[in-house]
């Protein structure tokens, strides 16, 4: 079996036509169990979201991730399930959401009851505003890598950190989500098949296509293509999406574009630094955890911008109009002065000038 058949890229197409399977009605009861659905917030491949309350449309307010009635045959996708709640509990941190409950419908439908959240990923925020501003951008990925470092120091590594699982409140608070493929670095049963390679394609570390130790540093690798894709509203390799062995060899072998060649708005030397050091081929070589990017982020976005990438070869030219007046009036006035003395001096003889 080659490395493309162990690879499931979990920014494809759904395994199911999500179409056609019909959401909850508001109102409506979860048969055996205490949530009536509010209103549906979200679909996806794996299942909806809804917002629901509990007891009654008067008791307290979650989100619901109700696997696909489809999908309930998989063992491998309701062990999904229970990772994230096994995973989620285990952090408790304001950047990282809260997983209360895993649960079953009378149905054997598994299901996740989790914090209620106002706002929207990053990737639709992206699709909003456009590219961020460099201290908006490392605002939002600092905030992302506090979260991962809390799941860090409880022994788990992400594996699919992408702008859809970092979703920004209406508070401004960054949420990490997702943890359904995590791993788990203690010694503990993983739910992921031996020899698996799992993620988003677009956003998986180089370590993450072999089959060698996956540590922390893979999340600072995805978290510095998250930052990437804030700043220049695209991905590295995104013109290879759809060509999954290309799209490896990049990830891999090829050094990413300097960012500062793709962003709209000049990129500060130093903040171009930080990414590409983020995404160095080797682990070695990036930001050794996510507490030490998140602070080296913090450090560059209090830091007044005076020279970017884009602007420093205009700076040597650049004088204030003021300054350049009197030198240019100075100017003018040897000229004339110079001239005067020639048309007022007689030419003298070539014997003269050799005397």
Known sequence: MSDADL???????????????SGLPPGERLHGTPYLVVRRLGRGGMGDVYEVAEGSLAGPRYALKLLHAALCHRSDVALRFQQEALV?????????VRVFALG???????YLVMELLRGRDLRAELGRTGPLPAARALDLAAQALDGLAAAHAAGVV????????????????????????AKITADEASFTLPGAVVGTL??????????????ARADVYAAGLALYELVTGRGPFDELRGMPLALQFAHCERPPPAPSRLARAPLAADVEAAI?????????????????????????????????????PRLAIRRPLGALIPAV???????GVAVGRAGAEPPRPAAAAIR
Request: overall charge neutral.
């Open 104 to 110: 079953e419908t009378a149905s054997a439908r598994p």
């Open 158 to 181: 992400h594996r699919d950190v992408k702008l859809e699982n970092l979703f920004l409140t209406d508070e401004g608070t960054l949420k990490v989500l997702d943890f359904g493929i």
């Open 329 to 335: 009036l100075a100017a003018m006035f040897a000229l």
């Open 202 to 215: 677009r956003s998986m570390a180089p370590e993450q296509f072999a089959e060698a130790a996956v540590d």
């Open 7 to 21: 690879t499931v890229d979990l920014d494809s197409s759904p395994p199911i036509d999500v179409l056609a399977v």
């Open 88 to 96: 989620a509990s285990r952090i408790d941190h304001p950047n990282v």
């Open 276 to 312: 590409l050091r983020s995404l160095a081929k080797s682990p070695a070589d990036r930001f050794q955890s996510a507490g030490e990017m998140a602070s080296a982020l913090r450090v560059l976005g209090a830091r007044p911008r005076t020279q970017t990438r884009a602007a420093r």
